[in-house]
């Protein structure tokens, strides 16, 4: 059974400071999943990172995903106000239905003055 | 843009009540997925749909059904809603095939039964 941890599931941050959001997965996957949620709102996509040593950047978060350790990690760099948010990874599941995802807890993130 | 709807944005029902939550996606999209979100457990599938009158049981399906008619509409029921059941219920869909298999979120449900 594919099982997706999280951690850590809440981080309170100075505005500036970097930190790493840390994503691992139990069973093989090739696909991993980053999103963002507001308070009271739907999930954003941010990153889609589909094969080993994969790097994505927008502004200041950059995803990678390492496949052979069944790891990805969220990098926030210089953290702002506006980064406020509960992010998720999710993988895909190979022994489950088709397009079927398993979704970490989530990551509250608090990016205080 | 991919453009995925509910049909309410909240909704307050008594134990007992028949329940249903639509979602409709505009992009001919084959997959149509439900999630419930409850604090600290994150998303779990309830149900998901990769056809039109195909459907298929996720990780927590008891208490629900679901109805697909349409491609472009995946219906969530509660056949008899409990206190349990309060939630928020998120819609998704992604086309089959795609090899990033990105999944569309709509805006979610925020279900109270009292």
């Known amino acids: 059974e594919l099982k997706v941890e999280q951690n850590p599931l809440f981080l309170s941050m100075q505005e500036g400071k970097n930190y790493t959001i840390y994503c691992n997965y139990s069973t093989t996957s090739d696909r991993l999943y980053w999103y963002r949620q507001d308070p009271g709102k739907s999930l954003e996509s941010l990153f889609v990172?589909?094969?080993?040593?994969a790097v994505k950047q927008e502004g200041r978060l950059m995803a990678s995903l390492d496949t052979k350790a069944r790891l990805s990690t969220l990098h926030i760099t210089a953290a702002v106000h506006d980064l406020s948010a509960t992010y998720f990874c999710?993988?895909?599941?190979?022994?489950?239905?088709?397009?079927?995802?398993?979704f970490g807890k989530g990551t509250k993130l608090s990016v205080k003055p | 843009d991919v453009k995925v709807t509910q049909s309410s944005r909240y909704l307050v029902k008594r134990t007992g009540e028949k329940v249903f939550l639509e979602c409709v996606q505009d992009m001919d999209h084959e997959n149509m997925f439900w999630y419930r979100q409850d604090p600290g457990l994150g998303l779990r599938l309830i149900y998901f749909?990769?056809?039109?009158?195909?459907?298929e049981k996720g990780d927590i399906p008891e208490g629900y059904s679901v109805s697909r008619e349409k491609k472009e509409r995946f219906s969530l029921i509660l056949e008899s809603a409990s206190t349990n059941q309060t939630s928020m219920y998120l819609c998704a869909s992604n086309e089959a095939g795609l090899r990033d298999n990105e999944q569309f979120f709509g805006p979610g449900t925020r279900l109270t039964v009292l």
């Open positions: 990172l589909l094969s080993n040593g």
């Open positions: 749909s990769y056809d039109v009158k195909m459907k």
């Open positions: 999710a993988v895909r599941n190979y022994g489950g239905s088709q397009g079927n995802l398993i």
